[in-house]
């Protein structure tokens, strides 16, 4: 079933057989070759919404709090942009032409680095506030050296 919008050629809502539902595509009735393409809704343009629910089946990225797990350092993960030219664990540009983004996985990969890049700055902060003191103390050692 299919409702057409001005052009009698494009469909502008077309509710298939299988239960999908297609808009603004061209009306097609070929068996299987929907342009849903398997999924259940197929947008062709823009949408808005003004909420959005992903419910993932995937963890979040809770686990890089853990005692036990291994970060990059950042030579290895320089390493890796210098060959691979974008972030480890993130789709490349090629991979994101090809297959597209998922959303809700997106934001799981996007937590993790947000996640990742503070417990480095913490760490890079521990640094700083001790070369701090340590400069402090190594200034108040000289200083005391030259006043003598």
Do not use: C
Request: proline share 3%; no cysteine; aromatic share 8%.
């Amino acid at each position: 079933m299919y409702f057409s919008a001005d052009d009698p050629n494009v469909s502008a809502l077309t509710l298939y057989g299988d239960g999908t539902v297609g808009v603004g595509f061209g009306i097609t009735y070929t068996t299987g070759n929907y342009p849903t393409k398997s999924y259940k809704l197929a947008v062709n343009g823009a949408m808005v919404a003004e909420k959005v629910v992903v419910k993932l089946r995937s963890n979040w990225p809770a686990f890089v709090f853990a005692e036990n797990h291994k970060m990059r350092s950042l030579s290895e993960i320089e390493s890796y942009i210098k060959i691979y030219r974008h972030l480890p664990d993130v789709p490349s540009t090629t991979e994101v032409k090809e297959k597209g983004i998922d959303v809700g996985e997106m934001n799981v990969i996007l937590l993790k680095k947000i996640e990742e890049i503070t417990l480095m700055m913490i760490e890079q902060n521990k640094s700083i506030e001790y070369l701090k003191n340590e400069n402090k103390e190594l200034r108040a050692s000289v200083e005391k050296i030259s006043n003598k």
